[in-house]
């Protein structure tokens, strides 16, 4: 089952003598359940698509569908909601609020969406993250790897038609990078949750079970890992 479709996606910045292409012309799609690898050097323009996929930017021309719906026919409000509900995001920098304990963090996109937590649920995710013993800390009294579990569990905890990873493992050291990346795929095939990762570390990118390759905001490659 398609799950999301890019169709002819153009991101332009400036004009005349500072038009800037980003993204020319991009098309592909990602299949439910699969884990797809973004893979570019700094400029390629991996990051620009993913923030066009979730819906953070507008693109110049072209179409994102999440499970069938336009979300560029949406306005900014039910933009807003449809990317907090069905779109998880998870930076390289963590994003968490410094006064909130980890169960708290986690939680935040059901709390600000007024949902009922499933405590059931958010325990078995904190047995998945390894944060049982944890929950309770602030996020400065966690490692980094800890910090970035937290972030995937914000991510997974409303159940997204996908999971968005820009640069996950780039604040990290190589242990926890590994930790990180192997979560991921145990997200993937446990709870069978579909996952664009951009990465610019190959051997990171070999997790996925596809890897495109862009280079100057164009596809160039695309191989099965």
């Known amino acids: 089952m398609e799950i999301l479709k890019v169709e002819n996606l153009t991101k332009i910045y400036g004009k005349d003598t ?14 439910k359940g699969e884990f797809v690898a973004i893979v570019g050097a700094s400029g390629s323009g991996k990051s620009t698509l993913l923030h066009l996929i979730g819906g953070v930017d507008r693109p110049t021309s072209g179409k994102v569908y999440i499970d069938g719906k336009n979300i560029y026919n949406f306005d900014d409000d039910k933009l807003a909601i449809f990317r907090r509900r069905q779109i998880g995001l998870i930076y390289q920098f963590y994003n968490l609020i410094p006064i909130l ?15 009922k937590i499933d405590k059931e649920a958010l325990n078995d995710l904190l047995k998945l993250l390894g944060l049982q013993s ?28 996908l999971i968005l990873a820009d640069e996950p493992t780039g604040n990290l050291d190589s242990k926890a990078s590994d930790e990180i990346v192997a979560l991921l795929k145990k997200s993937n095939k446990e709870l069978n949750q579909t996952i664009i990762m951009i990465t610019h570390n190959m051997e990171i990118a070999k997790f996925a079970d596809r890897i495109i390759k862009i280079e100057d905001g164009r596809i160039v490659e695309e191989v099965n890992s």
Do not use: W, Y
Not at 18 to 28: G, I, P, Q, R, W
Not at 101 to 115: G, K, Q, S, Y
Not at 145 to 160: C, E, V, W
């Open 18 to 31: 500072t038009k800037v292409v980003a993204l020319d012309n991009v098309s592909f799609s990602v299949e």
């Open 134 to 161: 944890r929950k309770n800390h602030l996020p400065n009294e966690l490692s980094g790897g800890q910090q970035q579990r937290t972030s995937i569990g914000r991510a997974l905890i409303t159940n997204p038609a």
């Open 101 to 115: 304990n980890v169960e708290e963090n986690i939680t935040l996109p059901l709390a600000l969406d007024n949902r």
